[in-house]
C-alpha cells in the first residue's frame, strides 16, 4: 500500500496567504482601534442592541423583541444576544459584532477575488478590504452591515462554485447561503436572483457552456437552492407574520423606493457619500500601496511588468485611485461587466451581481451603507486588475481578460467624475475621521442622569433608541412618540430628556424648539455628535457640504415650565 505524499503548497501560495492573513490582523486593528470610546450613535444601532436582550431574558430566542423586524431581519440582533451572553449586555458587545465580522471579510475578500482571477488576486483584495473607509466606517457600529457583507461574501463564493458545478451539494449550499443572507437584510434575496440571471447571462455569453446537461443541472438543481433558502427564511417569515404580516412589512419598505426620475440623483450622492466615507487620500493611498505590493509578492515570477508599459498603468492607476475614490465603481463596470466571451461562471456571476446591484441601489433611499456591497465587488475588481498586470502577456489576456483600454476608460471616468462633478470635501479634516470617538452619546446620557432629580427619578423620552439602551433601568422611563406627545401636560412632575436629532424628525427644528420650550424649560445641554456615518443617514447631501455644526445633537433636560416664567 503505498502512501499518500503530503499535501504542500507552493512558495507562491504559501506567500500569498501569509499576506492575507497580516491583512486581516491589520483589518482588525484598524477596527477595534480605540473600542473603548466607540458607542451607539445611530438611530438604528439603539434598536439592534435593545433587541440583543433576548439573550439575558427568561424566554431566551423566543422573547425577541417584534420591534426589530421593520428595520432588520433576526440574524444580527441573534449575533449581539451571542455577545451579551459572553461579554455583558453593552454597547461595546454589540459593536463587537460589527468588528469581528468586519475583520473576516478580509480573507472573505482574498478568497473570493483568487478563486476569480487565480494566483496574484487573493492578496491586493485582502489589503484594499482591510483599509477601506467605508467598511472600517460600519465595521465601527453596531449595525447590520458589516455582519451582512460578509454573509453576502462568503454567498458569492458558494454561488460561484453552484455555477461551475451544478450538483445536489452545491445546490443545498446555495439555499443555505441566500437564507442566511435573507436574515441579515430583506435585501439578501438579491444573492438568489443574481444566479439564475448569470445562467441566462452565461448561456448566452459562453458558447462552451450552452450544453444541454450543463443547462439541465443549473437549472433543476437551482429549484433545490430556492427550496431550501425558503426552508431557512421561513421561520422568519412566519414570525413576521404572526406580528403585523408580511405585506404590511413590505409597504413599510415600498416607502423607501423612488422613481427613475430620482435614479440619477440617488446614484449620485451615492457615490459622492462613498467618496465621503473613503477617508480622503491617506486612507485610499495606505490601501493601494499595500494591494500592489502584495501582488507582487504573491507573484515575483511575473517580472515582465517592470520591463514594459504596465509599470506606468500602475502608477497611473494608483493615483486616479487615491485621487478619485469612485474609480472602484467604474473598474466594477468595466473589469467585471463586460468580460469578453466565455469567461469563468465565476467572473460573471460577479459582473451579473455588480450590475444588479447597481442598477436597484439608487432606486431606493440613498442610504450610504446599501452601497457597500457594490464597495466590496470593486475591491474584486481592482484586485484583478492589478493582479492581471503584473501577470505574464499570455496569462494576463486569458485568465484575467486584461485590456489596457478598458483601465484607460475607467481611470479617466473616475478622473471626470470626482475632480469635475463631485467635488466633496474632506470630512475627516473636518473634525469627521472614520476613527473619531463616537461615545459622546454615551457620556451626555450619564450626565443627564446624574443631573436629573433624586426625589422624582420618572423621565419623559423624546429620543433616539441608544438613549433609551443607555438609560436601562436607572430611571423610570415613559417614551413619547412625537413631540405632541411630549407636550401634553402630565401631573407627575417628571422632567424630560429630549434629544435634538430626534426632535428634528417632527419638523423644522427652530420651530419644534420653540413649541418646546413653551412648555419646558432647560435644566442642563448636553452636548453630543453624530459620526459621519449616521450624519449621512439623516442628510444623504452632507458629504457635499457638510460641516462639524452639523452633526452636533445635543440632549436637552427638560423640567415642566412653572407660571410666572422662566426663573
Keep these: 500500500m503505498t502512501r499518500k505524499a503530503p499535501l504542500t503548497l507552493s512558495p507562491s501560495i504559501r506567500r500569498e496567504v501569509a499576506f492575507v492573513a497580516v491583512a486581516t490582523v491589520i483589518g482588525a486593528l484598524v477596527r477595534i482601534w480605540a473600542l473603548g470610546r466607540l458607542g451607539l450613535v445611530h438611530f438604528d444601532e439603539g434598536v439592534y442592541a435593545i433587541s440583543g436582550l433576548w439573550a439575558i431574558g427568561p424566554g431566551g430566542l423566543a422573547g425577541l423583541d417584534p420591534v426589530i423586524f421593520p428595520y432588520a431581519p433576526p440574524g444580527f440582533p441573534i449575533l449581539v444576544g451571542l455577545a451579551y451572553k459572553v461579554f455583558g449586555a453593552s454597547d461595546v458587545a454589540a459593536i463587537l459584532v460589527s468588528v469581528t465580522t468586519g475583520a473576516l471579510a478580509v480573507p472573505a475578500s482574498a478568497w473570493l477575488a483568487r478563486r476569480t482571477f487565480g494566483a496574484g488576486a487573493g492578496a491586493p483584495a485582502a489589503a484594499l478590504a482591510a483599509l477601506s473607509g467605508f467598511h472600517v466606517a460600519f465595521s465601527r457600529m453596531a449595525l447590520t452591515d458589516a455582519s451582512f457583507l460578509l454573509v453576502w461574501l462568503v454567498g458569492l463564493i458558494i454561488a460561484q462554485r453552484f455555477l461551475e458545478r451544478p ?12 437564507g442566511a443572507a435573507q436574515l441579515f437584510k430583506y435585501s439578501g434575496w438579491t444573492l438568489g436572483a443574481v444566479v439564475p440571471l448569470s445562467a441566462v447571462a452565461i448561456a448566452v455569453c459562453d458558447p462552451s457552456r450552452r450544453g444541454a446537461d450543463y443547462q439541465r443541472r443549473v437549472w433543476g438543481f437551482g429549484v433545490l437552492a430556492a427550496a431550501t433558502s425558503a426552508l431557512v427564511y421561513a421561520p422568519w417569515f412566519a414570525f413576521v407574520e404572526n406580528h403585523g404580516g408580511y405585506r404590511g412589512l413590505l409597504a413599510h419598505h415600498g416607502g423607501y423606493v423612488g422613481s427613475l426620475d430620482s435614479w440619477f440623483g440617488h446614484w449620485r450622492l451615492q457615490l459622492e457619500q462613498a467618496s465621503a466615507l473613503s477617508g480622503g487620500w491617506g486612507w485610499n493611498l495606505a490601501a493601494w500601496l499595500p494591494a500592489i505590493a502584495g501582488a507582487i509578492l504573491a507573484r515575483p515570477d511575473a517580472r515582465a511588468w517592470t520591463r514594459s508599459w504596465r509599470g506606468l498603468v500602475f502608477i497611473a492607476m494608483l493615483t486616479v485611485a487615491v485621487v478619485a475614490p469612485t474609480f472602484l465603481w467604474w473598474l466594477g463596470l468595466g473589469w467585471l461587466v463586460f468580460p469578453g466571451r466565455d469567461a469563468s461562471p465565476g467572473r460573471r456571476l460577479l459582473g451579473v451581481a455588480w450590475l444588479g446591484l447597481s442598477i436597484l441601489t439608487p432606486f431606493y433611499h ?7 456591497p457594490i464597495q466590496s465587488l470593486g475591491w474584486i475588481a481592482g484586485a484583478g486588475a492589478i493582479a492581471g498586470l503584473i501577470a505574464p502577456q499570455g496569462e494576463s489576456m486569458g485568465r484575467f481578460g486584461f485590456r489596457s483600454g478598458v483601465l ?7 478622473l471626470v467624475q470626482g475632480l469635475v462633478l463631485m467635488r466633496t470635501p474632506s470630512l475627516a479634516e473636518r473634525g469627521m475621521g472614520l476613527l473619531a470617538p463616537t461615545d459622546s452619546l454615551r457620556n451626555a446620557v450619564a450626565r443627564a442622569l446624574g443631573d436629573s432629580p433624586r426625589e422624582n427619578p420618572k423621565l419623559r423620552l423624546l429620543v433616539r433608541p441608544p438613549v433609551t439602551f443607555y438609560i436601562g433601568g436607572r430611571a423610570e422611563a415613559r417614551i413619547e412618540p412625537d413631540l405632541d406627545g411630549l407636550l401634553r401636560e402630565t401631573r407627575d412632575g417628571a422632567w424630560a430628556l429630549v434629544d435634538l436629532a430626534q426632535l428634528g424628525q417632527s419638523g423644522d427644528l427652530a420651530t419644534t424648539s420653540t413649541r418646546l420650550l413653551e412648555r419646558w424649560e432647560k435644566v442642563g ?3 453630543t455628535s453624530l459620526n459621519l456615518p449616521t450624519l449621512l443617514d439623516v442628510d444623504p447631501g452632507a458629504a457635499r457640504r457638510a460641516r462639524p455644526a452639523d452633526a452636533e445633537a445635543p440632549l436637552w433636560l427638560l423640567r415642566p415650565r412653572r407660571s410666572g416664567g422662566e426663573r
Excluded: E, N, Q, T
Aim: charged share 5%; proline share 7%; with cysteine.
Design 525 to 527: 445641554v448636553y452636548p
Design 366 to 372: 440613498p442610504y450610504a451603507r446599501l452601497w457597500l
Design 408 to 414: 484607460i476608460a475607467c481611470g479617466l471616468a473616475a
Design 167 to 178: 450538483g445536489a451539494a452545491s445546490g443545498v449550499a446555495l439555499g443555505v447561503a441566500v
